[in-house]
């Protein structure tokens, strides 16, 4: 082959490189000047991302990574992984399954941490700080951008506990199949346990109930029974509100809290955060 033809396509090729990087840079650079502009609203605080861009580099790009996707530098050392934020997809909601969570959800998420993983209680943090985290959290995923966070579920008076409800949620724990993952003692190594992986893939552990350990999104009646209604989204956690009327869902809270440890005893009514 001619070696000016050679050097011809050799240019070409290179040219239309050169311009998909360059038309790639752009995209970036809008889809950045974009996701700073996104906003974040818990009660009378206004959160702005491009407030948030110095914390999110300081404190959680190490793990969450620079483009929010889960990927930092330390999440290969990571167990369980960091949120993938791109996906919109969150554990600790008010909402139905399936739905984005509300600005005070992230907001609380932040403050409260999550136990049995790298997730600190980020305490140091003013209100005003948190509320401008979760904007710039929220402007990772197109999802806030294109819908809006499903209605918080309403948690009905708490029934008071009584050996009858213990007994009809011990029930329920068998038929809900809830025994396959966390065992029939509930000390999470029921037959399905070691076979658990999270929506992208990760080997994922069933909660102990017998650890007294704290719950992921509150520890509270309340806590555990918004768990229970919203599912953990991203992990085999399902929701029951489809299957269980709420005294169902307060009876299997109920038979739950015995499994603690006599030390640590019942859940605690939920407190503000």
């Known amino acids: 082959m001619p070696t000016k ?6 240019l070409a090729g290179a040219a239309g490189l050169l311009l ?23 009660g009378n605080i206004a959160g702005h991302a491009k407030n948030a861009a110095e914390d999110y580099r300081r404190y959680c790009v190490g793990c969450h990574g620079e483009l929010g996707d889960g990927n930092g530098e330390n999440a290969q050392w990571v167990d369980p992984k960091p949120r993938d934020f791109t996906l919109g997809v969150f554990k600790c909601r008010s909402t139905p399954t399936g739905t984005l969570p509300t600005d ?12 049995r993983s ?9 209100k005003q700080q948190r509320a401008d985290l979760v904007a710039y959290v929220k402007g ?23 050996a009858d409800s213990v007994k009809r949620g011990s029930e329920l724990f068998v038929s809900m199949n809830c025994f396959l993952c966390h065992g029939k003692d509930g000390r999470g190594h ?12 990760y080997s994922i552990q069933p909660y102990d109930f017998t650890s007294g350990a704290r719950l992921k999104c509150g520890d509270s009646d309340q806590g555990l029974f918004r768990e229970l209604a919203t599912g953990l989204d991203g992990t085999p956690m ?26 640590t005893g019942f859940f605690q009514r939920e407190k503000g955060l």
Do not use: C
Not at 5 to 10: G, N, V
Not at 190 to 201: I, N
């Open 190 to 201: 029921g037959p399905s346990a070691l076979s658990l992986t999270d929506s992208k893939g």
């Open 140 to 162: 990772f995923s197109p999802r806030f951008r294109e819908e809006k966070p499903g209605d918080v579920m309403q948690i009905p008076p708490e029934p008071p506990p009584s």
């Open 118 to 126: 790298n997730m600190p209680v980020w305490n140091t943090f003013t």
């Open 20 to 42: 998909a990087q360059t038309s790639q840079a752009q995209i970036t650079s809008y889809e950045e000047k974009d996701r700073l502009n996104t906003e974040s609203h818990i």
């Open 104 to 115: 005070k959800d992230l907001y609380d998420t932040i403050a409260r941490g999550l136990d």
């Open 5 to 10: 033809l050679l050097k011809r396509w050799w």
């Open 238 to 263: 399902p929701s029951v509100a489809d299957a269980l009327k709420p005294d169902q869902i307060w009876d299997l809270v109920h038979y739950i809290a015995t499994l603690r440890p006599a030390k």
